[in-house]
């Protein structure tokens, strides 16, 4: 039997949050997950997934890049502060180096092959900072607070606000519309865009919403969760871009 390998493959990256397992105390029980809601979106757009662990074995990124036609970035926990210039607030929670570091060479070679990438929430800070940018570790620590961009409550995607974008970018051509609502979910959010970087959608109180690559480079990153709500408008109009360029990649690759 004959089968089509002419879809793209898209790596995923894990999550490292520990969940209902402390490794402290469950040594044995060490986990990486990888949400459904991630992978099914892509899947619904003609996408093969690969998850990929977060291995401190870094040369293996070597493999991966070759292997994939686009990469995202998901959500998780905070990243390490002092990948950014920063020491660790209080208010920071759990990081794990191991991801940063493995996410940040990933980064870093997708760029240098024009590989698409899409960051989602921690995914949209990430190359946010990879790029050379920087975060505030916490809401509060940003002066102009109008929003409250938080969970309602744990694993809770009910907090909503609408969000301005900006006219003349790839997300106003690719949605069509000068504002939208997007759920909210987060307590850290961008400080400073790096060269590289351009803003592409912004919360009523001024925090970054959404950003993309300053040239050629396809590069798309949002600070909320489309894939909680894939067949809204905006959630499919996000990942069928993302398949399609995605499928451009494999073609010239």
């Keep these: 039997m004959q089968h089509d390998l002419s879809k793209p493959v898209v790596g995923v990256t894990m999550g490292l949050t520990m969940e209902d397992h402390d490794p402290q105390i469950y040594p044995d029980y060490r986990f990486e997950f990888l949400k459904q809601q991630y992978y099914e979106a892509l899947e619904e757009c003609g996408l093969v997934i690969i998850p990929m662990p977060n291995t401190p074995h870094i040369e293996h990124t070597d493999y991966y890049i070759e292997l994939i036609d686009g990469l995202m970035l998901v959500g998780g926990e905070d990243l390490t502060p002092g990948l950014y210039g920063q020491g660790k607030s209080e208010k920071t929670g759990a990081t794990h180096t191991r991801r940063d570091y493995f996410e940040r060479e990933m980064i870093f070679k997708a760029v240098s092959r024009k590989m698409p990438i899409l960051g989602i929430c921690r995914g949209h800070q990430a ?12 809401l509060d620590d940003r002066e102009e607070r109008t929003i409250d961009h938080r969970q309602t409550q744990e694993r809770d995607f009910s907090n909503t606000h609408e969000i301005e974008i900006i006219p003349d970018s790839r997300l106003s051509a690719l949605l069509g519309k000068k504002s939208t609502t997007v759920n909210s979910a987060h307590h850290q959010i961008l400080r400073r865009i790096p060269e590289g970087l351009r803003v592409a959608a ?9 950003l993309e690559g300053a040239d050629d480079n396809y590069i798309l990153t949002v600070q909320w969760h489309p894939e909680v709500v894939p067949d809204s408008e905006v959630s499919a109009k996000i990942f069928e871009d993302f398949s399609g360029v995605s499928r451009a990649y494999k073609r010239r690759k």
Excluded: K, R, T
């Excluded at 946010?128 to 975060?135: A, H």
């Excluded at 912004?202 to 959404?210: Q, R, S």
């Design 127 to 138: 190359i946010n900072v990879v790029f050379g940018g920087s975060l505030y570790q916490d």
């Design 202 to 210: 912004v919360a009523p109180d001024g925090v970054v919403e959404a």
